[in-house]
């Protein structure tokens, strides 16, 4: 799948390469929105769906790549002059993804079923931690690497929920019900890093600094009429 005309920024008044003052001394960032972005995927998916031994599951596999040269409307090339030299990884690529879901029936009435899901880490950008171009946006990367060179840690989730339904009333048209459901998500409390620091001059560069949520249990009822 192609993408074009997709949204960025960028700085009119950038200085030019090999320079240190802008076009225009008298601004600093003249910054312009265009559609000038363009982004490429492939993708296969293999999908099973059945039951075995009275467990029915669902199960999909998902091999990817996603290519692009722009985050966004608010997203600025490290060079302005040219733009599409930020081609590499777009920040939603995922190379691997699996995921699962299993339902069940027991005894007097209760079901329990249950998610899981197995997924690559997303890239993320690495950078100096200087504005080495001089166009005041500390975006530049080490020369000779692409955008989005770093990849964060893999993702793993499994949540359950265990429920039971009773009817209460009857009525000509439909009946009433009553659903007692328990959940548990991120059931072995896996630690899920989300954001990573990608400024090679730093101490924690390479480290992650942000992280999903742990272990959630939740116990809901609903009353249907």
């Not at 001394?25 to 999908?47: K, M, R, Y």
């Not at 899981?116 to 020369?143: E, K």
Request: hydrophobic letters at 35%; aromatic letters at 14%.
């Amino acid at each position: 799948m192609r993408g074009v005309d997709l949204y960025r920024s960028r700085n009119l008044n950038a200085p030019q390469p090999g320079t240190t003052t802008p076009p225009n001394p008298n601004f600093v960032n003249i910054d312009q929105f265009e559609a000038s972005g363009s982004s490429h995927s492939n993708a296969l998916t293999v999908t099973y769906k059945g039951a075995i031994h009275k467990v029915n599951l669902m199960a999909q596999y998902v091999l990817s790549r996603t290519l692009d040269d722009t985050s966004g409307y608010l997203y600025t090339p490290a060079n302005n002059y040219d733009p599409h030299g930020d081609w590499g990884r777009s920040d939603s690529d995922r190379r691997h993804r699996f995921n699962m879901v299993v339902m069940y029936s027991l005894p007097f009435g209760f079901h329990v079923s249950g998610i899981f899901n197995a997924w690559s880490g997303l890239p993320y950008n690495i950078t100096t931690g200087t504005d080495d171009n001089h166009d005041t946006v500390f975006n530049d990367r080490p020369l000779g690497l692409w955008r989005n060179a770093g990849r964060a840690a893999g993702y793993t989730d499994v949540d359950l929920r265990l429920s039971k339904r009773w009817r209460v009333m009857r009525q000509r048209e439909h009946a009433h019900f009553v659903d007692l459901a328990w959940d548990a998500f991120n059931v072995f409390n896996h630690a899920n890093f989300d954001k990573y620091n990608g400024v090679i001059s730093s101490p924690t560069f390479g480290q992650p600094y942000t992280a999903d949520a742990a272990r959630q249990l939740q116990v809901s009822v609903r009353y249907h009429f």
